[in-house]
């Protein structure tokens, strides 16, 4: 731990009156915020999904959200996964609700439970469990008697368990809210005069749960009676058209820190910055009093549970990482933010709020108790300019797009553009190379001929009807009989997604593939017929299943037309085979692989499993599996799916959407552990490793103009601070710094990716840093390097 020291400034808390108050046993609201227990809560939350991380990682997830100053976890229920088949439940294991929320009572947080049950999620289907679409005559989310009665009993199911775990508030339980839906104002037109009577039948349905606490939909303004309508966004202050009663509570349900993330895309980045902004605004502008972070840790979409072309890593742009790990600066601005903001709920939740006009964009909001209590937010809405206002007699420096916090209206705690938290930066290293082909075996999945299947149809069939979501892979395959000579024909074959590989007589003519926006794809190539009988089979690949959208019991996937020259082959006499014969035998596990005959490997082959085996590396560090030389595929451990990958999807600027792998070491064991991958393409498995993730370099930079860092505080009463800016810088536990490698006290420009000494510059600024003997005692690294960057005016600073 560092810091420099500056000019001084003192600071003094503030506190914070009356509504109409909804009832519940221990949980209510009026149009200020929930009450719980008779007192008005200003809360954060975090979005963290049980089924997206494993058991072990729970207690640590939810601590670090408890560290970052949430007080609510917030989970969806996922149907499809505790519900597989009809009346045949799972809650063992990632799938333990229960555990789960148990786990964040027993560290004082609070729950929201998003039951839906359809969820959307970027989660398959939606959450929607298959085995609906085969229900006759249903119609999903509709008021169509079949959906509501399945959809009634699960949520029934759900209650009823939290119930009997005496899990909801009213028992002495986390849970403070409860979700009914997802987003259906997306899709209510399209039912007409059934989506309303579905809303109200919905709306009625959860009341008559009688769980004593308040239920809520999310981005649905005209959720009747009791329903709170909530927002999901990124800037809710400025797009939201607020609660649709007066006596309900401004609760932003989906804050999202970064944004879904498909194949062939890169991460869309949100700054520490700009989600302190909208959060802060929000909460000033709308009376907000909740604010969940969508995500606050995405994990892993495990298995095929991702939707249609969404990458296996979810949201690792989240303050906590796929992995679990602290992303910083996001998740330390955010900290400090919900710090300072706590220092004002008083005033937020029972103070009169006043605005000031400051400047042509800037403006200030003042929520006043009494003459002695107040807190004021100084907001600069301008993105181009720094900007100096006077309030309250007083003159204040605010950056571009930015909101200052004075929590007694007189000193400037926290501004939303300036970030003294540290930047991390996270690096995979080598620690098990697989390059020896000594270390491989191989089976080769066989291209199917219409005589070897049993399957067969006078017409192309739709493939999620067809293989029910058992397998991502259909083969379509027929029989063409030519007596003239060889000679070249064109191919051509429209399929509704995702992707499309054709052979003819075993050999690959060639592949398509779709995107998240453009599913639909068509193949066109010349192609050589021999005489004889010719066989001509095309392999549809799906990558996920649709997550949202109007009638997902009408969508259809697979190959939906095929023409030889001209001539149309769609009701031609068609085989079928569901899924690959590695599939069938389960040679991903260790009982299964010993059921093939497996080859040494020798050269890189379509339609291949791989096998090899490694020990659990040394260590508690997150392990990743390197598969930046592979084509496209899924991957196993010890016969657990760690995803799909597809690397050979580049994104725009031409780098994979995702190399590294989360390998879970809840999935692993001492020795002997089996890895297996299905490549579809022609990847290398030679230059796949096992990796280690750590953070390797740690930044910081701080003028005196920041404000400076409060050590403890009360929540009505004088709080206390260090009066001077500072920034710390802190490695993961374990390690120790091994070298200094930028440190300027004056004013260096750029930032922690890019930097270079100013003007004014101490020049022994490395040396004393590097003289500073309690880092050891501080900070553990291990051969790595520290980054370090301190800016500020020459003529204010001293040691």
């Known amino acids: 731990m560092v810091w420099l020291v500056w000019w001084s400034i003192?600071?003094?808390?503030?506190?914070?009156?009356?509504?109409n108050v909804v009832e519940g046993a221990n949980v209510s609201y009026d149009g200020r915020s929930l009450i719980i227990d008779g007192h008005r809560k200003?809360?954060?939350?975090?979005?963290?999904?049980?089924?997206?991380?494993?058991?072990?990682?729970?207690?640590?997830?939810?601590?670090?959200a408890k560290q970052g100053g949430l007080d609510v976890i917030q989970t969806y229920v996922f149907w499809n996964l505790h519900e597989p088949q009809p009346g045949k439940y799972d809650f063992t294991g990632?799938?333990?609700?229960?555990?789960?929320?148990?786990?964040?009572?027993?560290?004082?947080?609070?729950?929201?439970?998003?039951?839906?049950p359809f969820i959307e999620a970027e989660w398959t289907y939606g959450g929607l469990p298959f085995w609906l679409h085969d229900v006759p005559g249903i119609v999903f989310r509709s008021n169509n008697q079949q959906f509501k009665l399945h959809m009634k009993n699960f949520t029934t199911k759900i209650v009823n368990m939290m119930k009997a775990e005496n899990l909801f508030n009213s028992q002495g339980g986390p849970i403070i809210l409860s979700q009914i839906e997802n987003e259906y104002q997306m899709v209510e037109g399209a039912y007409h005069e059934d989506g309303t009577r579905y809303l109200k039948w919905t709306a009625q349905m959860a009341v008559n749960q009688n769980t004593s606490e308040p239920w809520i939909m999310c981005k649905q303004d005209d959720a009747p009676g009791p329903m709170i309508n909530t927002c999901n966004g990124m800037r809710c202050a400025e797009t939201w058209k607020g609660p649709n009663s007066p006596n309900k509570p401004s609760m932003w349900t989906e804050n999202w820190t970064s944004f879904l993330q498909p194949y062939g895309e890169g991460p869309r980045m949100r700054s520490a910055q700009d989600l302190a902004f909208h959060t802060t605004l929000f909460i000033i502008k709308m009376n907000g009093s909740f604010v969940n972070y969508y995500m606050y840790h995405g994990g892993t979409n495990f298995g095929r549970t991702s939707a249609s072309f969404i990458i296996t890593g979810y949201y690792d742009q989240a303050p906590l990482d796929e992995y679990g790990m602290i992303r910083q600066p996001k998740y330390g601005h955010l900290k400090h933010m919900h710090t300072t903001l706590k220092l004002c709920s008083h005033a937020l939740l029972y103070g009169e709020l006043t605005t000031q006009h400051l400047g042509i964009n800037q403006e200030a909001y003042v929520y006043t108790v009494s003459s002695s209590e107040c807190a004021a937010f100084l907001l600069n809405n301008s993105s181009k300019k720094s900007v100096q206002v006077v309030f309250r007699n007083s003159t204040y420096s605010l950056p571009p797009k930015s909101i200052s916090i004075l929590p007694d209206c007189k000193n400037v705690v926290f501004n939303t553009a300036m970030v003294s938290t540290q930047v991390n930066t996270r690096s995979m290293q080598p620690i098990i190379r697989f390059n020896t082909p000594q270390q491989w075996e191989v089976f080769s999945e066989v291209v199917p001929q219409f005589d070897q299947t049993s399957l067969r149809s006078n017409t192309l069939l739709e493939q999620m009807k067809t293989t029910k979501d058992n397998s991502d892979y259909l083969w379509y395959t027929m029989s063409v009989q030519k007596k003239s000579p060889e000679?070249?024909?064109?191919?051509?074959?429209?399929?509704?997604?995702?992707?499309?590989?054709?052979?003819?007589?075993?050999?690959?003519m060639g592949s398509t593939h779709g995107t998240r926006k453009v599913p639909n794809i068509r193949f066109k190539d010349t192609i050589s017929l021999s005489t004889g009988i010719n066989s001509i089979s095309f392999l549809n690949i799906m990558v996920g299943l649709p997550d949202s959208g109007p009638h997902m019991e009408r969508k259809h996937s697979g190959l939906s037309e095929v023409l030889i020259r001209g001539v149309n082959f769609t009701s031609h006499s068609w085989g079928y085979q569901v899924g690959l014969l590695g599939e069938k035998l389960s040679v991903y596990t260790a009982e299964g692989s010993s059921n093939v005959s497996w080859n040494q490997y020798e050269t890189p082959n379509m339609l291949t499993w791989y096998k090899?085996?490694?020990?659990?590396?040394?260590g508690d560090s997150p392990v990743v599996l390197n598969l930046g030389s592979m084509g496209k595929g899924e991957a196993w451990i010890n016969g657990?799916?760690?995803?799909?990958?597809?690397?050979?999807?580049?994104t725009p600027s031409g780098s994979p959407s995702q190399t590294w792998y989360n390998v879970p070491r809840y999935f692993l064991k001492p020795t002997g552990n089996l890895l297996v991958l299905f490549e579809e393409e022609y990847g290398k498995p030679l230059n796949i490793s096992l990796d280690s993730v750590s953070v390797n370099k740690v930044c910081g930079r701080v003028t005196d103009l920041h404000p400076p860092m409060i050590?403890?505080?009360?929540?009505?009463?004088p709080f206390h601070w260090r009066p001077w800016p500072r920034v710390h810088l802190r490695c993961p536990k374990k390690r120790i710094i091994s070298k200094i490698v930028f440190a300027s006290h004056g004013n260096p420009s750029g930032d922690c990716g890019s930097y270079s000494i100013g003007n004014c510059h101490s020049s022994n600024s490395k040396q004393i840093v590097e003289k500073v003997k309690f880092f050891d005692l501080l900070c553990k690294m291990t051969i790595r390097h520290l980054l370090r960057m301190f800016k500020t005016f020459c003529n204010h600073t001293t040691y």
Not at 612 to 618: G, I, L, S, V, Y
Not at 640 to 650: A, D, E, L, P, T
């Open 42 to 64: 200003l809360l954060f939350s975090g979005s963290i999904h049980y089924p997206r991380s494993t058991p072990d990682m729970w207690p640590s997830l939810i601590a670090k």
């Open 10 to 19: 003192i600071l003094l808390v503030v506190a914070g009156g009356g509504a």
């Open 612 to 618: 090899t085996t490694f020990d659990m590396p040394e």
């Open 711 to 717: 050590n403890s505080w009360g929540v009505r009463g």
């Open 640 to 650: 657990q799916s760690i995803g799909r990958y597809w690397v050979s999807f580049k």
């Open 487 to 508: 000679a070249q024909y064109m191919l051509e074959a429209n399929s509704r997604g995702h992707v499309l590989r054709a052979y003819v007589n075993g050999a690959l």
């Open 94 to 116: 990632r799938n333990d609700i229960v555990s789960f929320i148990k786990q964040v009572q027993q560290q004082g947080l609070y729950v929201c439970l998003r039951i839906g």
